[in-house]
């Protein structure tokens, strides 16, 4: 270990709070325990001695268990790097987690009649619209690994929910800023979208549509197509698209869509007729990709987490959390791994805030009001939760490529996008804040 | 709108119609077994679209570990023996669906064959469910992609040879489904024993009274079905998509709208069908792209209103 990167964690760690939990979340395990800053544990009497339940759903099963097993993934290691560091003042994390598919009411209801003291999820954006208003009701925190559309946080002012990944305006937008980047604002004249018929889609869409438009002075979309989630077949839209040979094309499509769309548009040479591909979710599906279906101008989002950036050997928790995946889980960690580690460090480090402030085990409304503002690191830098409830980091876009020694696909010159950059300010809505550059 | 879209660009509306094909085969070769499943043993099996995610899973792991021994194409030798690895392949993965169908037919099905028909929608939703939870089992919850097959079969030029691009595998898919609907054709028109599983359709007792053991018949028809759907799988599965519990869900419910279209028990109904639904919902695309999903119900709705029994209406029967 170098002196630059002894420096580096302990800056991380004072950061912090000096806490070791919140140490810990950070990525810095190397120096816990190691007497300099104490291990950090709050010591308070009032904090019962039992676990703490947190129940976790997520998807589990089909081709949305791409993204929902990196979330559970990235959920676990966050408690058991908690639990590791002494827990949250003194209370050990327990975690069950269940399927989401289509229950994610039920799946939140059921966790608050067994007593858990936090949920998290769910991934879907259509699961946590349904959710929200039962949250509220029920009076249980629950931060969301994802369900990211936009405007759900926009047209509330919710007490009890939260979300941890950055929503959709940023990484619809961070795609829009990479196409203008890559191909210039006066050389693109048209776009088409390829998008998951279901809210998640319509919401990228639109915004990506509404950052394009603005960017570029008015440029054209040309086709814009919704196949099923989980679709069986994407060569229509394929051909469509191709036949069309717009400047740029924007899909939001994930998991296995995302590796069918890009398999039959390499067979069908679609990337070859589109000037730039931005796909803001295509990374998630780091672990199923080939070679063959990235060849070409294609660039991929990877919402709040890069492993690789900012590079490993300047930021090593990043490079710390990939070797923990691969190890545990045999899998690269991709940004819903961080959905799930995220959701968990931001609950967890604004409770164990709440202790300090109170004196004592927080209540529901407590932790709830301490998570509001709050701000904590993980591998992934520094987030922060919005007064909005909306979780704020990095954004990143790259242009995806092939590692052969790795064996999987990378993000080459990524950027890293600031939260001000790609999402409006405080209390503005996002469409009314594009449309007014 | 149509014909601008065809004068305006033909190439797009030939790779549309190619693409619809495509999907229209496999759409038949599932509900072709669906639908002579119902035509003779009168049960419609929800669990069908199981046999198909099946196929996909078996040929992810059977002809990943023949490509992987024989290694990718360099040249004619090589060429033949991958084409080879990979039609073995394909047939073995569906062959696998024989046994495990006629067994389910034996055990599970056999025993309600005299109850009302709400067993068997509750015992074949039941076996939808233990056949995914054991997909999960033996290859785990997430998507299983079979890398190397359809990048390397689309290297064979196919319509490049008479002027445009398209994927070969997706050529040849089209072609294996025509070769399947020739051989269902000939199965029960020109064999005898599919003339006996024809006459078990149209009146079990005489059948029966003529010495047919429509046991015998119930298993080969079911374990038919499930060869048919589990090698739609496997050509699926070893091309552009990926094998993944719930896969089977959609193309269930395309396969019963075909089969409705087409006519109940009709397997020139279901080539029909799905050869239109296929296509059409393609063509949709190519008019106004968000009626792609609404395609194939707009047509069930029409053909139902036109020909409540559907284009071949061939109730109860095998056509």
Sequence with gaps: ?437 | MLEAVLFASPGLFVEQTLNGLFFGFILFMIATGLTIIFGVLGVLNLAHGEFYALGAFLVFSIAGGLVGAVGQPTGTASAVLFAGAIALALLVSAAVLLPVSAIIEAVLVRPIYERDDVYQLLLTYALLLMLADGLAFVWGASPRRLQGVFGTVNRLPTTELVGFSYPSYNVLAILVGLGVFGFLIWFFERTKTGRIVRATAINREAATAMGVSTDRVFTLVFAMGGFFAGFAGAIHGAGPISASVGMGVNPLVLSFVVIVVGGLGSIKGAFVGAILIGVASRWAILVYPAAELAAPFIIMIAVLLLRPKGLYGAWGEIE
């Design chain 1, 1 to 437: 270990m170098t002196m630059d990167t002894q420096l580096n964690r302990r800056d991380v760690v004072k950061a912090t709070g000096g806490s070791a939990l919140a140490a810990a979340l950070a990525g810095c395990s190397t120096l816990l325990g190691g007497g300099e800053e104490g291990n950090g544990q709050q010591q308070v009497e009032d904090v019962p001695d039992e676990p703490i339940q947190a129940g976790l759903q997520t998807f589990r099963e089909g081709a949305p268990a791409v993204l929902g097993l990196q979330a559970e993934y990235g959920a676990q290691t966050a408690v058991r790097r908690i639990n590791e560091a002494g827990g949250v003042a003194g209370r050990e994390m327990e975690l069950d987690v269940i399927e989401e598919a289509g229950a994610a009411v039920e799946n939140y209801t059921r966790f608050v009649d067994e007593g858990k003291d936090v949920t998290f999820g769910p991934i879907s954006s259509g699961s946590h619209e349904e959710l929200v208003p039962v949250i509220e009701e029920q009076g249980v925190v629950n931060v969301a690994t994802d369900g990211t559309v936009t405007t759900l946080y926009e047209d509330s002012d919710p007490q009890y929910s939260f979300r941890a990944q950055n929503h959709d305006v940023m990484e619809a937008l961070s795609a829009a800023r990479t196409a203008i980047a890559d191909l210039g604002a006066d050389n693109i004249d048209t776009y088409a979208n390829i998008n998951p018929d279901y809210a998640f889609g319509y919401d990228e869409r639109e915004i990506f549509n509404a950052g394009i438009e603005s960017l570029t002075g008015g440029a054209e979309e040309v086709y814009s197509g919704n196949p099923a989630l989980g679709a069986s077949d994407m060569s229509s839209h394929v051909t469509a698209v191709a036949d069309a040979s717009p400047d740029v094309l924007f899909t939001s499509c994930w998991g296995g869509d995302i590796t069918l769309l890009l398999s039959q548009g390499q067979s069908q040479g679609l990337f070859e007729e589109v000037g730039v591909t931005v796909a803001p979710v295509l990374y998630g599906s780091a672990n199923d990709l080939s070679e063959s279906d990235i060849e070409g101008n294609i660039w991929g989002g990877s919402r709040n987490f890069y492993w690789g950036s900012p590079p490993t050997n300047q930021w090593t928790p990043g490079q710390e959390l990939f070797d923990e995946a691969q190890a545990e889980h045999d899998v690269i960690p991709t940004a819903h791994f961080m959905s799930g580690y995220g959701a968990v460090a931001a609950w967890a480090t604004a409770a164990e805030k709440a202790v300090g402030l109170v004196g004592g085990w927080p209540t529901q409304e407590q932790i709830a009001a301490t998570l509001e503002n709050h701000g904590f690191y993980t591998p992934a830098g520094y987030h922060t939760i919005g007064p909005d409830h909306q979780g704020y980091s990095t954004a990143h876009f790259g242009r995806a490529a092939w590692d052969d020694d790795l064996g999987a696909p990378v993000l080459e010159d990524v950027e890293a996008i600031p939260p001000s950059h790609v999402s409006p300010p405080q209390g503005e809505a996002s469409l009314e804040w594009i449309e007014s550059w």
